[in-house]
């Protein structure tokens, strides 16, 4: 499974308690929409470290970093360990 399905599925599941991971786009504006909130990003962090073993510090954690699910696959893959 690519980032960006794996992470849409997340936020989808875990912080929208939906099932179908279409219900957002990958360009969706995750903040703007109060679709993800500030402890939504903490839960994301966890989940993009222990998922794909991203190496993240606090000046990775931006509101433009969690713009949208492909803003956060971009992250990711630049936070590759």
């Given amino acids: 499974m690519d980032a960006e ?19 957002i786009s990958l360009d969706e504006p995750l903040l703007e929409k109060g679709i993800v909130d500030s402890w939504g990003i903490v839960e994301l962090t966890e989940f993009l470290k222990k998922e794909f073993g991203a190496d993240l510090d606090d000046a990775d954690i931006l509101p433009e970093n969690f713009h949208s699910v492909r803003t956060i696959a971009a992250l990711v893959n630049r936070g590759k360990s």
Avoid at 5 to 23: A, G, P, Q, W
């Fill in 5 to 23: 399905t794996s992470i849409r599925r997340f936020i989808v599941r875990n912080l929208m308690m939906k099932k179908d991971e279409n219900v």
